[in-house]
């Protein structure tokens, strides 16, 4: 009888099921089968079974390296060691397949045999390893061209989503400048020497598919300044489709400042009070496009709960211009590592901190002027602040 | 010979596939042709097809190279993974598309998540990797994933129902805004064991790790204590001191919360919220969470407007209704008492009864 | 010339003139004319003149009686004591013009022969005395049937809107629930023993014309459960009238739940998703009321924003019927002072404490289960208790 | 003999003229005849004319005493105050009406205050009788009622506005959800008299009122010290202790807030928000007052839909729009910085240009 009854289960029904990855695996790899056992003992048991934390890393770098240990090592000798990489993905999470088969063979050659394509921030992760295995992995994953991705108190690894390789939304190169910033910020991101972690993500147009506003301390979102661009044709074509262009767009539309008319099949938009929040654009690809005057939306701020409740990231800059080699964003980047880096108790995130010291103090620091944009409503307490000079 | 560091990542450019980087920045207009499968359409008039998988993430070395036989056969060599962990094959020739689909779904691989579907449950280590969990991830997202999978290769939905998981509040599956969020819990106090503390644990750390100000130092016994009326069990504290472990077979388990958003489309991103507080762990399948999911996706689609989301439906239909179409008790969890509470209490007569 | 030209200035212009209504009684009594003086003052240096608090009263009381001496007693000896009474008012501020007299008569015997008809918590506030008189003004007071309000860590004087009386709108007997509750309390009212003060106001419908919801920490507020009571040829008249029923009723209803056929004129109410906001009833008062099950909806929390930021109050209550002699309001009044009382830090408001404690323990505190119509929203952190025996 | 105590207020049956007694809870509906006159009829047919008056809510005696005379000539001795210390004159007898409105005209008293008009301004006491106002009451609402008089005894705007006034945080007027409030502020910390506070007050209850936690003891000296950065001049500390005074003429003046509500109709009430931090205290007119309420009075009424309140048109046109419209200038210290702040950001990329 099998020794993973439980886990057995999940190979029924029509997902992927990760304990067929997990067997297929085990066939090669003792490391996978112990992991397999120690993980149908959680099953039957509730709990899982790792230790707490543990510091291991590689020749240089402080981070890159989740150190893990079991709790039962003499039960499940394997996975007594068990630590991950964290490997920095090409933008975009673009593959050909030869450095994907680079990557099996060396990771067939010194852990376990099993990945997550992806981690959660955008790291290729490479699941368990013993100590002895760390360097050698990593020796090997440099001469194929892979670096490690961020952990610790450090720049996480930056994600961005397909952006103009795939998508004819995207209002700014998200791959460059992810990329950019990646290769700008290696000291940041492989050496922990902030406060905390510090995330970056880049979405070319407010539908956000790489989350940044709810997952990133800099969020980076394309945008346009200039009119929605229309094509009269097109509409007359969606209007001849299943699309009811009056219900299921225009009465949608936040700002109601679409017009359409049904008889001339027509559509108006009226640009000064759109809000450019994607609705329209997305039901009608073909007609409807972003404005050609364009940049990105710089919010800051997102976190998970952990410590005084999740934020989303909210607006800094409302428009910048976003241009290799990245001059502007950059300086703006570095003024709020400088602030943040000398102001923030341990493990305090931007955004906690901005929350502590207040919006004044931080756009004083990095140099930019109030603008209502950064706010949806003003205050409704009548506590704040006049500064020197001021009053008299 | 030192390793080289510091060298980045590799460059994007190599990784894209000619049509790609031929029509890089100038596409014009996509159309989802059919679940799974989307087409775009560049400026130059070149097509890209994209055959859009679900994956269970975790992957063994084989199956990627399974995944490369592919990719090689179809797509001349060239494939990507998306933000929720799909992975999409890049087919730049009209005519590999339907032989690629034949395949895939001989292989078992499901072809869908786009559009108005279900697609993939963001998700985090669980059991498998993390020292912090409440829940394990893969098992319950593949759980949900089987009870889900008419809804991830069919149009059935009346918007995008984007589902996360993480197995602790530190949230790695960042499930704060998902439209519906599956989050392990803990309900029961760190079980403070003083030796760990006094060896590894830095004490004012701990202490200042508390959201609720739960923990004191105990200088006499160089230890801590912790009011357990104020702890909410987050842990934090664990994560700063092993000597403050929560796993508990009982005390575990999965709490849903409904109605978040990311994209501005519409209306602005916004967290989710609390509809189920607790469901306990019950492997290998979750029925009590499978079933709980189940329901909202199924309220939720059958009520909304076309196009409208989770928690576009639910405010406009109000959370006492929430509650009642799809009959999830009401408790004194769901009722708002860490920071931000009062903004999220009824202050006006006007709700439905 | 005028020692009180800036004040003379305020003369001028269509709005009645407070300045001159204190030269008139200034004309009768030094105190009104050292006031001016002093106010005057004021205008010139832009500062106030009176030392701070100060505290006076009259025999038996706690509160009532707010003390106020000038800083500049050589200078204005008139207002050397300036105290002033918080009278409490008739419910809905119904007055015979025999009342009235009576209330000037002794006020200009006693005080300044200066008033504010009302305070902003609805009290007559006789303006102005010197200690010696206060006894006496008291004592004449209550000899005219008016007793006094409150003031201090008291029940602060409840108020009503004018309800029934002259509303076809008033679900509850706005005028009899505040006069009643105030007579039960007269302890409470007169003797501070409570960690602040607490307000109660009462409105008869969501209009809520007293701003119960804003500024008292019981807010009372009349509602229904029966279906709008729509009279269809009252609808075919508004039909005809300036009133566009579909733009300016149906359209703006905030749920939706009106249907108006433009031809037969008529109007169709889906009662179940109405959330009696009052807006389509407040348009055309002749053709639709409220329904006839009626009763109240009972908030908490209400209150200017010293110490942590105003609040306005929330549900507590959905509904509870409002018949005299009020027993399960009473009920649910003394469990709510209690808790309150017991566990409240000096001048912590209710709205405050639950803040602090959280509503969870309040409702368990005073006996009331969760419902969801507590809230607009539940929480979206994952902070939450369990009780004991909730977990085993 | 000693007084009676605890007998509580004169019933109000008694105050209430015999067309009300008789109608009691049987109105049906009303009528807003023109401005300032209101007409309720009864399932018995029995009418009622209310004749609304503006009222300076500071009176003398004799003025009283004349409005007395007024009601006793035309409503049989009986009248009401208005919950914004309006007064009304309740006619029984259609033919009094006009009679009273000429009457009242005649000796100067507006008429108005109902529909969509300027009502009176609920205010507070100012320099008339309070240790700690930051601005006078009754002068700034004198000259604000004097600019804006046009809209008391017309229906000229898109609906309600309600204006309130308080003179210090303490915001006595209940003014955080007025339509427009005007509130006086502070501006420089507590000038800390330690004699006074070594003399009067209890340390700890002082270092306890600060929102802030400005205020340190200081034992030495058996006084208090206020950290000046982190004073926002609430002016709680004077409250607790005469030793803690802000009041200054340079200092001090008034700040406008908007777009607050109270009624549940269409949506639910919220609170005003900021739209001017500091205008100077200028008597005895405060000029630099009565623009910026006009400005903003004016700006809404050209722009709202009809039966928009303030804070509904705001919302919809969104407060950026809101700034440029009334060409208020946008400062640091609309952005919010106190406990709530994280929610009044724009978590959004959509917003306008
Ligand atoms: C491939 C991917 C980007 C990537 O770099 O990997 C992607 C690709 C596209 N997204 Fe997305 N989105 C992707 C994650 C997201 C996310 C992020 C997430 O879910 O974590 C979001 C935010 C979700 C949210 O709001 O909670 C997202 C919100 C959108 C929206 C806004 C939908 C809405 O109405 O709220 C659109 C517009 C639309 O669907 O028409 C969109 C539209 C699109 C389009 C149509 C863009 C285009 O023209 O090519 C792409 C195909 C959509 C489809 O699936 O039918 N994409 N998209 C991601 C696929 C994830 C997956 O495997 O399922
Ligand atoms: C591997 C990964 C989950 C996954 O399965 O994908 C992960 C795993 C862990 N995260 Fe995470 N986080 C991962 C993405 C996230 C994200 C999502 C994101 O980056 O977009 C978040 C939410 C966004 C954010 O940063 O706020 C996230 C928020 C946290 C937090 C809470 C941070 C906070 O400020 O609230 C912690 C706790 C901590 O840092 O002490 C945490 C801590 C951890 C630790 C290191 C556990 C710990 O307490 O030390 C986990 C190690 C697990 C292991 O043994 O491998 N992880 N973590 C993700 C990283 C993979 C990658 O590099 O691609
Ligand atoms: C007399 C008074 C009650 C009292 O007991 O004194 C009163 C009386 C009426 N109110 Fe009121 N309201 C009175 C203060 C209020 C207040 C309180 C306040 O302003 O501080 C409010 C809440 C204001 C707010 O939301 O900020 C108030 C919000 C309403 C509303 C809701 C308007 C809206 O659309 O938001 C209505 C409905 C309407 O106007 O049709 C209303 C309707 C009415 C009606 C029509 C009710 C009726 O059928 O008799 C009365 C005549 C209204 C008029 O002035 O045209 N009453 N009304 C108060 C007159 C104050 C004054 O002197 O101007
Ligand atoms: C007279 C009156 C203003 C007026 O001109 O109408 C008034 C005057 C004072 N109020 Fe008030 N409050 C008056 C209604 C209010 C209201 C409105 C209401 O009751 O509807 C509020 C806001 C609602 C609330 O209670 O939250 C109000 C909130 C305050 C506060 C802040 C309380 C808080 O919890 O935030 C204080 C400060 C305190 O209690 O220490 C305060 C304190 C004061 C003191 C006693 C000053 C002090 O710090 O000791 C003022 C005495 C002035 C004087 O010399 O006469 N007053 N006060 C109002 C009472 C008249 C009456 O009895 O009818
Ligand atoms: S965020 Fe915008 S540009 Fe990027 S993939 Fe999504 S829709 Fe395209
Ligand atoms: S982008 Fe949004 S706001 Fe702009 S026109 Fe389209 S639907 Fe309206
Ligand atoms: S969510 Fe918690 S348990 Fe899960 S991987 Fe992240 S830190 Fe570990
Ligand atoms: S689990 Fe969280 S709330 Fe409980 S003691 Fe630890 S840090 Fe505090
Ligand atoms: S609150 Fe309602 S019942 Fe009371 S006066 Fe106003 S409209 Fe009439
Ligand atoms: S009371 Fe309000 S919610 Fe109900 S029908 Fe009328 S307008 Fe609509
Ligand atoms: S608002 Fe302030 S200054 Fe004005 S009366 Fe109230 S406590 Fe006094
Ligand atoms: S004025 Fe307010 S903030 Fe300043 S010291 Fe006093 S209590 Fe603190």
Known sequence: MSDTPLLDELENGPWPSFVTDMKEAAEKKPAARDLMRQLELSYKERVGHWKHGGIVGVKGYGGGVIGRYSDQPAEFPNVAEFHTFRVNQPSGWFYTTKVLRQLCDVWDKHGSGLTNFHGATGDIILLGAPTSELQPTFDELSSIGFDLGGSGSDLRTPSACVGPARCEYACIDTLDICNDITRTYQEQLHRPQFPYKFKIKVSGCPNDCVAAIARSDLSIIGTWKSHIRIDAEAVKQYAGSSLDIQTEVVDLCPTHCMKYDAVAKTLAIDDAECNRCMHCINLMPKALRPGVERGATLLVGAKAPIVQGALLSWVLVPFMKMEPPYTELKALIEKIFDWWDENAKMRERLGELIKREGMGDFLRAVGLKPVPQMIMRPRANPYFFWRDGEVK | ?353
Not at chain 2, 72 to 93: A, I, M, P, Q
Not at chain 2, 119 to 143: E, F, L, R, Y
Not at chain 2, 227 to 242: L, R, V
């Open chain 2, 1 to 353: 010979m030192a390793a080289r560091t510091d060298f980045g990542p590799p460059d994007f450019h190599s990784m894209l596939p000619p049509v790609i980087q031929k029509n890089y920045g100038q596409w014009k207009y996509h159309e989802r042709v059919k679940p799974g499968l989307l087409k775009h359409v560049s400026e130059s008039g070149d097509e890209l097809y994209t055959v859009r998988v679900g994956s269970e993430r975790l992957l063994s070395t084989d199956h990627v190279r399974e995944i490369c036989d592919l990719a090689e056969k179809y797509c001349g060599g060239y494939l990507r993974f998306t933000s929720r962990h799909n992975l999409e094959f890049l087919v730049s020739d009209s005519k590999q598309v339907e032989p690629l689909i034949a395949d895939l779904k001989g292989r078992g691989y499901p072809v869908g998540g786009t559009g108005a579907a279900i697609t993939n449950i963001v998700h985090t280590q669980g059991w498998i990797h993390c020292h912090t969990p409440a829940t394990d991830a893969s098992g319950v997202v593949k759980a949900v994933m089987d009870d889900l999978f008419e809804y991830f290769g069919a149009w059935k939905l009346p918007a995008y129902c984007r589902i996360s998981l993480a197995c602790c509040l530190n949230m790695c599956g960042a499930v704060h805004c998902s439209d519906i969020a599956i989050l392990g819990i803990h309900r029961k106090p760190p079980h403070v064991n003083h030796d760990v503390v006094r060896a590894k644990c830095e004490i004012p750390n701990v202490v200042a790790a508390c959201p609720t100000g739960a923990i004191r130092p105990d200088p006499p016994n160089k230890s801590l204590t912790v009011n357990e009326e104020k702890c909410m069990y987050c842990g934090n504290c664990y994560t700063m001191c092993p000597g403050m472990p929560l796993a508990d077979a009982e005390g575990d388990g999965v709490s849903i919360w409904v109605g978040g958003k990311v994209s501005s489309a519409r209306t602005p991103p916004r967290m989710s919220r609390l509809a189920i507080p607790f469901l306990p762990n019950n492997p290998p399948r979750w029925p009590e969470v499978t079933d709980a999911v189940k329901n909202i996706v199924e309220t939720w689609a059958k009520h909304a407007h076309k196009h409208e989301r989770m928690g576009e439906w639910i405010e406009r239909i109000g959370w006492d209704r929430f509650f009642e179409l799809t009959n999830i008790p009401f408790t004194e969890q769901h009722i708002d008492d860490y920071t931000l509470a009062t903004e999220t209490f009824r202050s006006t007569p006007a709700f439905r009864w």
